[in-house]
């Protein structure tokens, strides 16, 4: 581990004069090369001089152990020091572990009415304002690619992207299928009906991440349904593109520009392909351990929202929080970090066995 570290901060060092380089500096785009390579290290470079600091104060204070006068005050230190450095012993392995490359990625959000009509719709709704609410919490930009309104204010279906620092980190813990067990408005003798969403988040890509052919690409144009005013029902500005090699179709009708439709229909595609070219790289590391709670499979029931107890569980962790309210309106933190937490300690378990 140290030789790594090592071996990093050296780097860290070489980089630091590269971008105070008058040459380098002329040259933007070799200039912002090394300004992110500099920042993704500075976080684990810094937690290092700070170990390393403490292993110094320790060795300071064993050697003033022999002074009378200075005992006391040595001993005092001794134990400071040695208190600390296996917390950041265990920061520095947690910041060695392997950094999902698609965290900084916005997302794509894809929300579905499962099992339980209506009301399965209804709920399709309130988890896309949760995660909106989410957004601005974030100050994250949220824009809607497609919808499929149901005449009661749910969504059969809705897709969104979020372009902010870090989006994909955090919500790629919410893909798989969020359950809800509620008393509908509609029930009039209050029993408590069960239904299913399925959210898929997917980090967006560039062109160069996955090639698609434009041969294999069919495109059909239609008119928008649903809000948009005269002009957006009037023009056959929502696209359609479907994949034929895969089958795969992604649509857009929430622009007015036929071509801006084509272009986030074309984002959504390259997500989703994006998505499966994962997958078949990831099963074919079959030595590799991969942390359950990272890789949310859109089919796996992640998560139960309980109306009546006010709970919400998280199968994966097997936490509850009780304050539906306050996590409807956005306060998703806490189950996130402890997510997060959840998902580092067993890729660290992973790596000690």
């Known amino acids: 581990m140290f030789q790594k570290l090592d071996a990093v901060e050296k780097r860290y060092e070489e980089l630091t004069k590269l971008i105070s380089d008058p040459e380098i500096i002329a040259n933007q785009s070799e200039w912002q090369k090394y300004m992110k390579e500099h920042a993704s290290i500075s976080e684990l470079v810094e937690k290092y001089r700070e170990y390393k600091k403490v292993n110094q104060q320790i060795e300071e204070a064993k050697a003033m152990l022999d002074d009378k006068e200075l005992k006391e ?34 997302v794509i959000c894809e929300i579905r009415a499962g099992a339980g009509g209506e009301e399965a719709a ?55 299928v969020h359950r809800v067990q509620r008393v509908p408005d509609t029930e009039s003798s209050g029993r ?19 090639e698609i052919n434009p041969a294999d690409v069919k495109m059909e144009v239609f008119r928008a349904s649903g809000a948009g005013g005269q002009h957006i029902n009037k023009t056959s500005s929502a696209v359609r593109l479907i994949h034929i090699p895969t089958g795969m179709v992604a649509e857009c009708q929430t622009e007015r520009s036929q071509v801006q439709n084509r272009e986030y229909a074309m984002r959504m595609l390259r997500s989703r392909l994006f998505e499966i070219k ?41 936490l509850s929080i009780y304050q539906m309210e306050d996590f409807l309106n956005g306060n998703l933190d806490e189950m996130i970090d402890s997510l997060i937490t959840a998902d580092r300690a067993e890729k660290l378990k992973g790596d000690e066995e």
């Open 192 to 210: 408590i009906h069960t239904s299913t969403v399925t959210v898929a988040v997917l980090p967006e890509v560039e062109d160069v991440e996955v």
């Open 73 to 106: 005050l040595a001993q005092l230190e001794l134990e400071e020091a040695r208190e600390k450095l296996p917390k950041i012993e265990e920061e520095l392995k947690i910041l060695l572990l392997p950094k999902d490359p698609n965290d900084d990625k916005n």
């Open 278 to 318: 994962q997958r078949e790289q990831d099963e074919k590391i079959a030595n590799e351990r991969k942390s359950q709670v990272g890789h949310g499979d859109r089919s796996e029931k992640i998560r139960t929202y309980n109306y009546p107890q006010g709970r919400i569980t998280d199968h994966r962790i097997g």
């Open 122 to 176: 209804l709920f399709a709704g309130t988890l896309f304002r949760m995660y909106s609410m989410y957004a601005e919490r974030k100050h994250w930009k949220l824009e809607i690619l497609n919808e499929n309104e149901t005449g009661l204010g749910g969504y059969k279906e809705i897709s969104f992207m979020i372009t902010g620092k870090g989006a994909y980190s955090r919500l790629k813990y919410e893909s798989g």
